[in-house]
């Protein structure tokens, strides 16, 4: 029962984290503007597990029209900060009880979140009489749309409950082994713990960075998306682009030009996987000589990160869906993706993670071998 009731304990917190993040975020961001901020907060949650919202609003006059739109994204800085916290409760004081607590936990939190995105319903009040065309492409061909509303108007949003749960189950089945591998292979938990420090510091740069550049709105933003801003960083610097493109009647409202690859972002790419190399590289015990214990970091590193870029890779995508009903029948006004190639960022993952890890291992022997040194 002790074991179980930790096992509720680690869910309940890594809920209340992500409660925490989304809240900051969009405070920062200004979302109480638009509508209750708890039930935007519950929302955000939500998506952070893998639902999806629906905004819905029928245009005021009695006229048998409803607009209909779709969101699926995922901020992963919620995500992150619910499994971080799940899996450190989950491994303390003991490892014996692991899994014990991590089935708990699996079930508790679907639980939890669901409940969440019964929440997350509520009102936005959002601007009207926004031109879509005018310029480029839409305002040559039909001229600019206006909507045919004055003032402001209200559209209720709610978030699909089914997707947030089946995604919760299989992101606490991804932390629970995780943490299972810890306990049984000890170079899994060296690795992580080398980690901790290089990403909390990464974390503390980006924000203050983005506040100091870009004010509060951009510290949310980053808050609540940093491992898609930093991976898709990453990989734009090593040469992967994200496509962004667009359909329906007010496509070319979205002026998509292609993301530049390369560039300044390569420099960028270098220190983050570099970092990343060198701190887990000095963190970790490797039997050998240089060359050798170079070789063998290398050997896991590089496929690490290919695989880490990746699945940041397909879990950041981005789709929005607008459509328009009436008299029965649907016609989509307006649709929009952004995505990346997960293979391409495999390929980029291992050459750069191969380069990164290969330097990153010498420079840790380096910075070791001068600190004895000193010491002496």
């Given at each position: 029962m002790?074991?179980?009731?930790?096992?509720?304990?680690?869910?309940a917190?890594?809920?209340?984290?992500?409660?925490?993040?989304?809240?900051?975020?969009?405070?920062l961001?200004?979302?109480?503007?638009f509508?209750?901020?708890?039930a935007?907060?519950?929302?955000?949650?939500?998506?952070a597990?893998g639902?999806?919202?629906?905004?819905?609003t029928?245009?005021?006059?009695g006229?048998?029209?409803?607009?209909?739109?779709?969101l699926d994204?995922l901020p992963?800085?919620v995500?992150?900060a619910g499994?971080?916290?799940?899996?450190?409760?989950?491994?303390?004081?003991?490892e014996?009880g692991?899994?014990?607590?991590?089935?708990v936990?699996?079930?508790?939190?679907?639980?939890?979140?669901?409940a969440?995105a019964?929440?997350?319903?509520?009102?936005?009040?959002?601007p009207?009489?926004v031109t879509?065309?005018?310029?480029?492409?839409c305002?040559r061909a039909?001229?600019?749309a206006?909507?045919?509303?004055?003032?402001?108007?209200?559209?209720?949003?709610?978030?699909?409950?089914?997707?947030?749960?089946v995604?919760?189950?299989?992101?606490?089945?991804?932390?629970?082994?995780?943490?299972?591998?810890?306990?049984?292979?000890?170079?899994?938990?060296?690795?992580?713990r080398a980690?901790?420090?290089?990403?909390?510091g990464?974390?503390?740069?980006?924000l203050?960075v983005a506040?100091a550049?870009?004010?509060?709105?951009?510290?949310?933003?980053?808050l609540l998306a940093?491992?898609?801003?930093?991976?898709g960083?990453?990989?734009?610097?090593?040469?992967?682009?994200?496509?962004?493109s667009?359909s329906?009647?007010?496509s070319?409202?979205?002026?998509a030009?292609?993301?530049p690859?390369g560039?300044p972002?390569?420099g960028?790419?270098a220190?983050?996987l570099?970092?990343?190399?060198?701190?887990l590289a000095?963190g970790?015990r490797?039997?050998?000589g240089?060359?050798?214990?170079a070789a063998?970091?290398?050997?896991?590193?590089?496929p690490?990160?290919?695989?880490?870029?990746?699945?940041?890779?397909?879990?950041?995508?981005i789709?929005?869906?607008?459509t328009?009903g009436?008299?029965?029948f649907?016609?989509?006004?307006?649709?929009?993706r952004v995505t990346?190639?997960?293979l391409?960022?495999?390929l980029?993952?291992?050459?750069?993670?191969?380069?990164?890890?290969f330097?990153?291992?010498?420079?840790?022997?380096?910075?070791?071998v001068?600190s004895?040194?000193?010491?002496?």
């Amino acid at each position: 029962m002790r074991e179980a009731g930790r096992g509720l304990l680690a869910a309940a917190a890594a809920l209340l984290a992500m409660a925490g993040v989304a809240a900051a975020g969009l405070a920062l961001l200004g979302a109480g503007r638009f509508g209750g901020l708890g039930a935007l907060t519950a929302a955000a949650v939500a998506l952070a597990a893998g639902g999806s919202a629906e905004v819905g609003t029928t245009p005021a006059g009695g006229l048998p029209i409803a607009v209909r739109g779709g969101l699926d994204v995922l901020p992963l800085g919620v995500s992150l900060a619910g499994a971080v916290v799940l899996g450190s409760l989950l491994l303390r004081r003991r490892e014996t009880g692991v899994l014990v607590r991590g089935a708990v936990a699996a079930v508790a939190l679907p639980v939890g979140l669901a409940a969440i995105a019964l929440f997350a319903r509520g009102t936005l009040t959002m601007p009207a009489g926004v031109t879509a065309g005018g310029a480029g492409g839409c305002g040559r061909a039909i001229g600019p749309a206006r909507l045919p509303l004055s003032g402001r108007f209200d559209a209720g949003f709610s978030v699909a409950v089914g997707p947030a749960v089946v995604g919760a189950v299989a992101g606490a089945l991804v932390v629970v082994g995780v943490c299972w591998l810890v306990t049984r292979f000890p170079a899994v938990a060296t690795g992580l713990r080398a980690a901790r420090w290089p990403a909390a510091g990464l974390v503390v740069l980006s924000l203050t960075v983005a506040w100091a550049f870009g004010g509060g709105a951009a510290a949310g933003g980053v808050l609540l998306a940093l491992p898609q801003l930093v991976c898709g960083a990453v990989l734009l610097g090593l040469g992967v682009p994200w496509t962004i493109s667009s359909s329906g009647v007010f496509s070319c409202a979205l002026h998509a030009a292609p993301v530049p690859t390369g560039g300044p972002l390569l420099g960028l790419s270098a220190v983050v996987l570099l970092g990343w190399g060198l701190a887990l590289a000095a963190g970790r015990r490797r039997p050998g000589g240089p060359l050798r214990r170079a070789a063998a970091f290398t050997g896991w590193f590089a496929p690490a990160t290919g695989a880490v870029l990746a699945v940041v890779t397909l879990l950041s995508r981005i789709s929005v869906d607008v459509t328009v009903g009436a008299f029965g029948f649907s016609l989509p006004v307006f649709a929009a993706r952004v995505t990346a190639n997960p293979l391409l960022a495999v390929l980029a993952g291992l050459a750069g993670g191969a380069v990164a890890g290969f330097a990153g291992s010498l420079l840790a022997d380096g910075i070791s071998v001068s600190s004895r040194v000193w010491k002496r």
